[in-house]
Structures are given as structure tokens and as C-alpha cells.
């Protein structure tokens, strides 16, 4: 199993640009979550889909954020325009059912807005 | 009042002590509680999970739930160099969601 993909793995971009990241959770997989990581806050949930449907966005910052799952095998989170307080690690995990099991996560996009 | 609380260090222990790591949690309702390792620059890896009320071990890993406090501990035993990294705490209730703490970077010194 390849694990969850996340792509790019580093973006730097100017403020104002648009920036979408993917995200290819394990194939099986019904949940899936988009975190984002800074120093201060350290992990905060965005967003998670259950068989692909938004279930909960209520951490999303604001109307600049967006996420979309066109089917079980890919999902984006889009930010326009872009600011420089994005500027973080943004993680895609995955996982089956419940919660129990945890989650597996990407190796994360590291977004730097200039 | 942060959902969880994790102290974030760092903790030094010297090679081959026992390293103890500490969470507390306010949402009573939660259910399955997790420890995640993750190394610096990397994604986060889970080592632990535990539901019910005491301990669990896994090899020189130990999780202890205490409901009651809403506290949460990992304890390493014989703590190696190779442990070094950021511990985060994790708590899910009735949804799929997990709500991670800000972690506790852990040095184990050789």
C-alpha cells in the first residue's frame, strides 16, 4: 500500500495566487481529513469527508479555504487568494470506519506564501 | 481553555529512563484517545490508542486513561535516542473527527 499521497510536497507562492494541494487517501479508506500544522497552533482540523461528502468544515478559516472530493481517490483543498499567514504544513490523512483505528497521514505540504 | 493540554517541554530523560507524557482533555464525551509520534519535518505516526479505563502496553510503550481526571499518559520505557521527537496527545468521541493537542517534544540524551 503506497499510504496516503499528498502533492506538491513543498509549494511557494506569491500572496493573492491561488494554491491547490491533492490529496490520494488508501485505497478503502471512507474518511478523510484535511489538518493544517503552524508552531503556534499546532494541528487544526479543517475540514473531513465521509464517503466523500463534507461532513464537518467548521475549522475552516474562511471563504479563501475550499475542499472538494470528487470521488474516494482524490480530494483537493484550494486557497484563493492566498496570504501569507497560510503559510504552514498542510496534512491529508485517511482512515476506515470509525475512528478507532486512527488516522494515517501524508507526508504533508509545506506551503510558504511570500 | 484548550480541548487538550499538553505541556510542551521539552522533556529531557537520559538513555535508557523512562520518559512519562502527560495529557489532560475537556471534553467528557470523548471516547478513544491516541498518541501520536512525529519526527521533525515528517507526518505524524500513531503508536498508541486506548479506550478503556487503565493501562496498555505495546513493547516499551504504555498508554494509562483515567476517565475520571480526563488525563492521559504514554510512559517509554528505556527511553533511546531514536525517540526523540514530538509526542501528540489525540481524543475522538461520537464523530470520525480526532482532536490532536499541540505536543510535547521529547529528548532522550545519550
Known amino acids: 500500500d503506497a499510504g496516503v499521497i499528498q502533492s506538491p510536497r513543498h509549494e511557494v507562492t506569491e500572496m493573492g495566487q491561488e494554491v491547490t494541494l491533492r490529496c490520494k487517501p488508501i485505497?478503502?479508506?471512507?474518511?478523510l481529513f484535511w489538518y493544517r500544522q503552524t508552531m503556534m497552533r499546532g494541528l487544526e482540523l479543517l475540514i473531513y469527508?465521509?464517503?466523500?461528502?463534507?461532513?464537518?468544515d467548521s475549522g475552516m478559516p474562511e471563504d479563501r479555504f475550499s475542499a472538494k472530493m470528487p470521488n474516494a481517490s482524490f480530494s483537493t483543498l484550494k486557497i484563493q487568494p492566498s496570504e501569507p499567514r497560510d503559510s504552514a504544513v498542510y496534512f491529508c490523512?485517511?482512515?476506515?470506519?470509525?475512528?478507532?483505528?486512527?488516522?494515517?497521514f501524508g507526508s504533508g505540504t509545506r506551503l510558504t506564501v511570500v | 481553555q484548550k480541548e487538550v493540554e499538553q505541556n510542551s517541554g521539552p522533556l529531557s530523560v537520559p538513555e535508557g529512563a523512562i520518559a512519562s507524557l502527560n495529557c489532560t482533555y475537556s471534553?467528557?464525551?470523548?471516547?478513544?484517545f491516541f498518541w501520536y509520534r512525529q519526527y521533525s519535518g515528517k507526518s505524524p505516526e500513531l503508536i498508541m490508542f486506548?479506550?478503556?479505563?487503565g493501562d496498555k502496553e505495546d513493547g516499551r510503550f504504555t498508554a494509562q486513561l483515567n476517565k475520571a481526571s480526563q488525563y492521559v499518559s504514554l510512559l517509554i520505557r528505556d527511553s533511546q535516542p531514536s525517540d526523540s521527537a514530538t509526542y501528540l496527545c489525540?481524543?475522538?468521541?461520537?464523530?470520525?473527527?480526532?482532536?490532536f493537542g499541540t505536543g510535547t517534544l521529547l529528548a532522550v540524551q545519550p
Open positions: 490523512a485517511s482512515s476506515l470506519g470509525r475512528v478507532q483505528g486512527g488516522y494515517t
Open positions: 485505497s478503502g479508506h471512507n474518511s
Open positions: 469527508f465521509n464517503n466523500n461528502v463534507p461532513i464537518d
Open positions: 471534553d467528557r464525551g470523548s471516547q478513544s
Open positions: 486506548i479506550y478503556s479505563n
Open positions: 489525540a481524543y475522538g468521541g461520537a464523530t470520525n473527527k480526532l482532536i
